[in-house]
C-alpha cells in the first residue's frame, strides 16, 4: 500500500523546532493512513550522513536528471514559502504555471537516448580504473615469477650441493668405518670372562690366559700384548652377563693365530665358564654380520657350510661344492629356500635332535624361511 502525504507548508526558515512538528503533525499521521494496519514502515532522509544507504548516481539514473529540470523550471517562478505565496502577483504565479507544463514525450525520450552515452562514459572511467588495477596485478605477479624462477633456480642448486655432500659423506663415512675396522684389525673380543678376572694387570693376564687355553707351544712367535680392558658400559646387577673384554695383540699374525686356535678348539673355558673369542670390528659392522644369525642357524640344520667375509658377506658352500657370495641375509634366505625347495636336503645329524624324517626337517626349515 503507497501513496503520497500530506503538504506542510513551512513558514520563514527550518529549524529544530519546526522540523520536528513537521515530523509530529505532518510525517506521523500521513504514516499512520498510508500504513493503517502494520508499523512496518522506514523513514530515511536525504542528506544525512548517517544514512546507511548510498546515494544514487545522477550518471546512471534518469529520474535524477527529471528532477533537475522540473527543479530548474519552477525556482525562479515558483514561491519558496508562504509568504512568497500570499505576495506574489496572480499573474506571476499563472506565468508560473504555463512554464511548469509537464515535461513532453519528445523531452523523455532525451533523457534516454541520453543514457547511452552516459553509460558508456561510466563504464569507461571504470574500465580505465579496473585497466589500471589489472596492470598493478600484472606487474606484482610478474615480480613474483621472476622471484619464483630465482627461487627455483636456487633450490635446485641447493638440491644439487646436498646431493653431493650427501655422496660426499657417504665416502667419508665408509673411508671412517674403514679406518676404524684397520685400527681394530689386531683386537680380539672375548665374550663371557668373569668380571674382574683380569685383576690389575689385564695385559699379563691377557698372556697367561691365551698361553693356558692354546698351550704356548702353539704359538710360533712371542705372544705379546699391548694392552687389555673391559667396554665401558655399567652393570646396574652383579649376576648380568660379564662386560666383552678387548684385548689387543701386538702382531697380527698371532691374532690370526689365536683366531684359527678358538675355531679349532670349538668350546672354551675359564675356571668354569664358557667363554667365546671374537674378531674386534666397528658397531655398524658387528651390526651387519649380526643380521645373519638366523640364516646362519638354518645353513647349520641343513648341513651347508659357510663362512663370513670382511666387512659382511656370507658364503656359502653346498653339497656340490658350489659356493654363493650374498651381501644381505635376504638374498642368503631366498637362495636357501629356493634350494631346498628344489632338493630337500638331509639335516646335520649334530643338529638334527628330535626329527625322525628327512622330510620333517626340512618341511620345518622351509616354514620357518618362509
Not at 546515494?55 to 512568497?84: F, G, R, T, V
Request: proline share 5%; aromatic share 6%.
Amino acid at each position: 500500500m503507497g501513496g503520497t502525504g500530506q503538504i506542510q507548508l513551512c513558514e520563514g526558515r527550518m529549524n529544530q523546532v519546526m522540523y520536528r512538528a513537521t515530523l509530529e503533525n505532518s510525517l506521523l499521521p500521513s504514516a499512520g493512513k498510508l500504513f493503517p494496519v502494520s508499523n512496518d514502515w522506514i523513514f530515511q532522509q536525504d542528506n544525512v550522513p548517517s544514512m546507511p544507504s548510498p546515494a544514487q548516481s545522477p550518471d546512471l539514473n534518469p529520474i535524477e536528471n527529471l528532477w533537475k529540470i522540473i527543479k530548474h523550471k519552477m525556482e525562479n517562478h515558483m514561491s519558496k514559502n508562504k509568504e512568497q505565496r500570499e505576495t506574489t502577483p496572480a499573474s506571476q504565479n499563472t506565468k508560473a504555471a504555463a512554464n511548469n507544463a509537464p515535461l513532453t514525450p519528445a523531452d523523455m525520450e532525451k533523457l534516454l537516448r541520453s543514457m547511452e552515452d552516459r553509460i558508456i562514459e561510466k563504464l569507461s572511467a571504470q574500465l580505465f580504473a579496473d585497466r589500471a588495477i589489472i596492470e598493478r596485478h600484472d606487474q606484482t605477479i610478474q615480480h613474483m615469477e621472476v622471484s619464483l624462477n630465482d627461487m627455483e633456480t636456487r633450490l635446485t642448486t641447493l638440491e644439487s650441493t646436498c646431493l653431493a655432500l650427501a655422496k660426499e659423506n657417504d665416502i667419508l663415512k665408509q673411508k671412517t668405518e674403514d679406518l676404524e675396522n684397520r685400527s681394530r684389525r689386531n683386537n680380539i673380543r672375548i665374550i663371557g670372562l668373569p668380571e674382574k678376572a683380569e685383576g690389575q694387570q689385564p695385559s699379563s693376564f691377557t698372556e697367561t690366559l691365551l698361553k693356558e687355553l692354546f698351550s704356548a707351544e702353539s704359538f710360533h712367535t712371542p705372544l705379546t700384548v699391548d694392552r687389555a680392558h673391559r667396554i665401558t658400559t655399567s652393570r646396574k646387577k652383579q649376576d648380568e652377563t660379564p662386560r666383552p673384554f678387548i684385548v689387543r695383540i701386538h702382531r697380527h699374525q698371532t691374532k690370526e693365530r689365536i683366531m684359527k686356535l678358538a675355531r679349532e678348539a670349538g668350546s672354551l673355558f675359564f675356571r668354569g665358564s664358557k667363554i667365546h673369542i671374537f674378531h674386534d670390528y666397528s658397531s655398524e659392522v658387528s651390526r651387519r654380520r649380526a643380521a645373519y644369525f638366523t640364516v646362519k642357524s638354518q645353513l647349520r640344520n641343513v648341513g651347508f657350510q659357510y663362512r663370513m667375509l670382511f666387512p659382511a658377506t656370507l658364503q656359502i658352500f653346498d653339497k656340490q661344492g658350489d659356493k654363493r657370495s650374498f651381501s644381505s641375509p635376504e638374498e642368503a634366505s631366498s637362495f636357501l629356500r629356493d634350494r631346498l625347495t628344489a632338493s630337500p636336503i638331509r639335516p646335520a645329524s649334530s643338529v638334527s635332535v628330535g626329527m625322525k624324517t628327512t622330510g620333517i626337517a626340512v618341511s620345518k626349515l622351509v616354514n620357518e624361511l618362509n
